[in-house]
């Protein structure tokens, strides 16, 4: 039995249902997870709808948020006993409509690249969910501009790419406050970004970034990401203990092909890790019920 702490449904960018995500996890022998699309947790009451099926796993509520930082770019995942409520959930719809005219501008570019695509047809592909680059990727495909999603990222709608649009984004410091106010805690989400081991990582500056953040009030990072080699989780885990922060980990499944393309569950992230985090949370619960 293992935890798989970072999950994207329909409801962002991944592919499956809350419902069909739980099923899946529930076969691949998960015990604890959490689902944490991108600005929204619209998708968490269908999957814990899913959950009261199968008692043998715990979802933990969550979202991702994006952060500018330094010319870059910074995931903070936040976890909650209950979904959050009231200011957070206006910023998060103010963040879901800012990707409505993303994925405008990004169809508008790709037309300019030859590529025409209806957009009424990239909402029915989200359906209820936030639209985001999944949708579009799908989009290109059914029009027979790409073979697969992963070659639509790869070509035209990746960061590098050039029909990419950025979107709004907060501050780390601005993401950790707001996910705190609302009774969560906040963890860094893939500290190596993109890569996957410590060769093209400046350790000094990743060092200063998690204690700076660990001072704003982060919790824990992401030590048991996806495919990170042993050496770079055995660096990370040592950022969490200096920092005294949680090290937490999940595969970010998006659906095949897809987002870091790890199979669910594969991040060999230990039960205990999904735990720890559901005691921090029990303790952060407890000090809003004493004040």
Not at 75 to 96: C, S, T, V
Request: hydrophobic fraction near 40%; charged fraction near 25%.
């Amino acid at each position: 039995m293992s935890s798989d702490l970072h999950l994207h449904t329909k409801f962002s960018d991944g592919l499956l249902s809350p419902t069909e995500l739980v099923e899946q996890a529930v076969n691949v022998g998960l015990a604890i997870i959490s689902i944490t699309d991108h600005d929204s947790t619209d998708g968490i009451i269908e999957a814990l709808t899913a959950t009261d099926l199968y008692p043998q796993i715990t979802l933990i509520p969550g979202v991702e948020l994006s952060t500018d930082f330094e010319g870059g770019e910074i995931h903070i995942l936040g976890y909650f006993n209950e979904i959050p409520e009231g200011i957070f959930q206006d910023k998060m719809a103010e963040f879901r409509q800012s990707r409505v005219g993303r994925a405008r501008d990004m169809i508008g570019k790709l037309a300019g690249l030859g590529m025409e695509l209806d957009w009424q047809r990239v909402q029915e592909l989200a359906a209820d969910g936030s639209i985001g680059r999944p949708h579009v990727a799908l989009a290109l495909q059914e029009q027979g501009y790409v073979e697969t999603v992963s070659e639509a990222f790869d070509k035209y709608i990746g960061i590098t790419g050039p029909a990419y649009v950025d979107r709004q984004k907060l501050a780390p410091d601005e993401a950790i406050t707001l996910i705190k106010n609302a009774g969560g805690v906040a963890v860094l989400a893939h500290p190596l970004n993109k890569e996957i081991d410590l060769r093209n990582i400046d350790t000094g500056h990743l060092a200063k970034l998690v204690t700076d953040l660990a001072q704003a009030g982060l919790t824990g990072i992401e030590t048991y990401y996806g495919s990170y080699t042993p050496a770079a989780r055995k660096h990370l885990a040592g950022l969490a203990e200096e920092n005294q922060l949680l090290s937490l980990g999940g595969s970010d499944f998006h659906g095949p092909g897809i987002g870091a393309d790890v199979p669910l569950g594969a991040s060999d992230t230990s039960v205990e890790c999904g735990k720890d985090l559901l005691r921090a949370l029990d303790e952060l619960w407890n000090m809003f019920e004493d004040e």
